[in-house]
Each structure stands twice: as C-alpha cells, then as structure tokens.
C-alpha cells in the first residue's frame, strides 16, 4: 500500500515522514495554511532520499507558474489539486516529473485519462480532514489511484478495506493544527495501514 503524507512544513515533519516509511511526501505551494515558500520547498525536498517521491501541490495556477515553481524547488512530481483542464497535464508532459490529478469521487477516474501518472480521489474541499463517503468510489477508480479525505490513524484501515485503493494520502489525519505533523500520529498512521 502507498502512502503519501501532504503538507509538510519543516525539517522535524519530512524526517518523521521519511523515516515511518512513507513513499511520497507533499509540500503544498498553493494557498493553504500549509502553504510553504518555493524557496522552502527547495530545501525541504533537499532533504527528502530519492526513493521518496517529493510532490509539489497546486491548485488553479497556469502550467507556467506550476512549472517555474518545480523547477525552483527541485520537486519530482507536480500535483494539480481541483478540476485542471487536460491542457493544463499536457502542458507540464515536458517538465521531467511525474504528474499526480487529484480530484473529487464525480470526476473522471481513470488514472491516465489526462496523461497523470498517479491519481488521487479526494474529498471536495482539499485538506479539510473531512471524512467523506470512501465506499462509493470501490472499484470505480482504474490505475494507480490514492485515496484522501478525512482519513487517520484510527479509520485509515477501515477506508481501505471500504475503498480497495491502490495507496492512501493523509494531511490532517496526522496533524495537531493545519500544517504541524505530529511524527506520533505519522508512525500510528503508518503502523494502522502496514500493520
Ligand atoms: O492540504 C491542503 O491544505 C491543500 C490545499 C490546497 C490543495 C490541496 C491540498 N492538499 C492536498 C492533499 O493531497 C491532501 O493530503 C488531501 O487533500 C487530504 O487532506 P486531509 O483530508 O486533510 O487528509
């Protein structure tokens, strides 16, 4: 099972992800309260050992903004957060990283449909914490898809067996305040969807 843990912040919060074992670490650069500077984006994903995937979160920018962003901060995959527009996936298919979509349960689920290489079948407000119907989406996304929204330590397992995804994304789950990670609660997360 894949996991990525969105919205890290400092150095502390990237170790405790990275030494749990989590394959993808999310460093949001669009407006959020875990909103970070490019620049600290660059130095958090300095951090990160290249078998964690470093994935630069945006949401609503234009293609030249997300491209100049990762290229200033070194990430190796972009994630376009909200209904992007194919042109927007096709646009970035020269920059050299991997493309995650991430959307809502009433978009289109096919991981591919819009050239990404991983998909993410999110609540609709992103971020929110906000647990959400997980069942719903079982057996509708195809590919490599993550599951997110609403999802922690004490219902993360239960999501996966509802949903059947093929990882998992956690933000606040995982998080004592919007933007601070508590390595405790990022282990028990760890531990609930590995065992
Ligand atoms: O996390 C945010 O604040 C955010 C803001 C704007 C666009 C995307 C954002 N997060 C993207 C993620 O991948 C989150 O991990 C995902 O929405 C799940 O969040 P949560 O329900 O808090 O676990």
Redesign the pocket.
Known sequence: MYVKI??LTDPGQVSAAVEAGADAV?L?M?????RITTEKAAALAALVPAHVLTVG?F?GEDPETVRAAALASGVRAV?L?GRHPHGDFTALKDLGVRLVR?VDAEADLRCGAFDEDLL?V??PH?????PWEWAAVRGRPSGRWLL????DPANVAGAIAEAEPWGV?????VETSPGVKDPALIRAFMKAVRG
């Open positions: 969105c919205g999310g949001v669009t407006r959020s309260p875990r979160v949401r994630q957060h991430a993410i999110d609540a992103a971020g929110s914490g906000l997110a929204g609403g999802l994304d956690v933000s606040s789950g």
